[in-house]
């Protein structure tokens, strides 16, 4: 089928039906647009999270995080990616999130405009994946360990062995002389 005869949502339904959230903010953080899926994540609906500001829905650590890198960060560079912050549900609960944002101009106003996707299986992933290398740490410790035991034990056994050889070698040397030393009178004897 040609590309001109797709029939494609609209801008305004793909931005609220997009699987991650959107908000568009004015310079100040105040939102002047956002999505279901943020509304969702929040727990505000579309109207009550207009003229909120953005910064007001994320926990302490978030806003100083945003006061002093994310805006200075936006205006210097234009945008952020990848930065991870909670975003506070209406009951009080944290939301982990994905951040990035654009700042453009429309009709000589600055606006961040943001995209926020969920953390929570990747965060899950990471977690497992950390758990694995701790285990694989452990193991990797144990291994060493034994092997540590096993050559002090071949040190210790090739020692005894030794002592052992020695011992036997003097006990021969012993029987030898010994019998050598009776033989003589043993044949004295015998001859008597």
């Not at 009550?48 to 007001?56: A, G, H, N, P």
């Not at 982990?96 to 106003?109: D, F, P, Q, S």
């Not at 020692?159 to 009178?185: C, G, T």
Request: charged content about 25%.
């Amino acid at each position: 089928m040609p590309a001109d005869n797709l029939s494609l949502p609209d801008s305004q339904r793909l931005f609220d039906g997009a699987p991650c959230a959107l908000v568009v903010t004015r310079e100040d953080g105040t939102i002047v647009q956002a999505n279901q899926c943020f509304s969702d994540w929040t727990g505000f609906s579309v109207e009550e999270l207009k003229e909120r500001r953005f910064q007001d829905l994320l926990t302490m650590g978030g806003r100083i995080f945003h006061q002093t890198h994310l805006a200075p960060l936006m205006k210097m560079q234009g945008s952020i990616a990848e930065v991870k912050l909670d975003l506070l549900h209406r009951d009080r609960r944290t939301v982990t999130v994905l951040l990035n944002g654009v700042r453009h101009e429309h009709a000589g106003i600055a606006y961040n405009e943001l995209a926020l996707f969920g953390t929570t299986d990747r965060d899950k992933y990471e977690r497992e994946l950390l758990n694995a290398r701790k285990l694989a740490e452990a193991l990797l410790q144990e291994k060493t360990a034994a092997e540590v035991a096993l050559h002090q034990a071949q040190a210790e056994l090739s020692s005894a062995y030794e002592i052992a050889q020695r011992r036997a070698l003097f006990a021969e040397q012993m029987v030898a002389i010994v019998s050598h030393d009776l033989k003589n009178p043993l044949t004295a004897i015998k001859m008597a």
